[in-house]
Nanobody
């Protein structure tokens, strides 16, 4: 059984930073692509960033480019999302996800397993 557990969310002021983590178990972490998505109240879940099985290729949504950085530590089976220059519109529940493929995709339906999410709230 694949399990993904996010942590690191919280309340931060605009302009601040947070590091999200996602611990994985249940299958060979290093063999699969990983991604972060987010969902704000009343909105659809949207892609934030994704990384390939090795971490050598990463993809970002336009709003995440230059402010967010995705990384992974395959030895610790952990995915990270470093967020900086946070804005109130970044407020959402952030989810990590994994898919049965080597490279990340930007659509949620491509992902097989999801964590329960961690809340990020950015105050103005």
């Amino acid at each position: 059984q694949v399990q993904l557990v996010e942590s690191g969310g919280g309340l931060v002021q605009a302009g601040g930073s947070l590091r999200l983590s996602c611990g994985a178990s249940g299958r060979t972490f290093s063999s699969y692509a990983m991604a972060w998505f987010r969902q704000a109240p009343g909105k659809e879940r949207e892609f934030v960033a994704g990384t390939s099985w090795s971490g050598s290729s990463s993809y970002y949504a336009d709003f995440a480019q230059d402010r967010f950085a995705i990384s992974r530590d395959n030895s610790k089976e952990t995915l990270f999302l470093d967020m900086s220059s946070l804005k109130p519109e970044d407020t959402a529940v952030y989810y990590c996800a994994t898919r049965s493929g080597l490279y990340a995709k930007t659509t949620a339906r491509e992902y097989d397993y999801w964590g329960r999410g961690t809340q990020v709230t950015v105050s103005s």
